[in-house]
């Protein structure tokens, strides 16, 4: 496919963001664009749970061994 070029001009301290993400992420800044364009030209689609909530809570550990959930977690 033909490829075209496109300069911009960004933050100095957001380059050095993007700079250190795609040296860990062992990309070229032309794939990271790329990459970041299709992402916003073309989302993905967002799974969503409706209107259900996320609940976290703690229980000491000998409540936990005798719960339902203890089952669940050992099998993930």
């Known amino acids: 496919m ?5 300069t911009v001009k960004v933050d100095a301290e ?3 963001k993007v700079r250190e993400y795609i040296e860990s992420h062992g ?8 990459r970041a364009l299709e992402n916003e030209i073309n989302p993905k689609e967002v799974q969503t749970m409706g209107n259900m909530r996320t609940m ?6 000998e409540k936990s061994e005798h ?3 203890s089952s669940y977690h050992h099998q993930k």
């Open 14 to 16: 957001l380059h050095a």
């Open 67 to 69: 719960s339902d959930f």
């Open 27 to 34: 990309m070229t800044m032309g794939e990271f664009v790329s």
């Open 56 to 61: 976290a809570f703690q229980v000491p550990e």
């Open 2 to 6: 033909p490829q075209k070029g496109i």
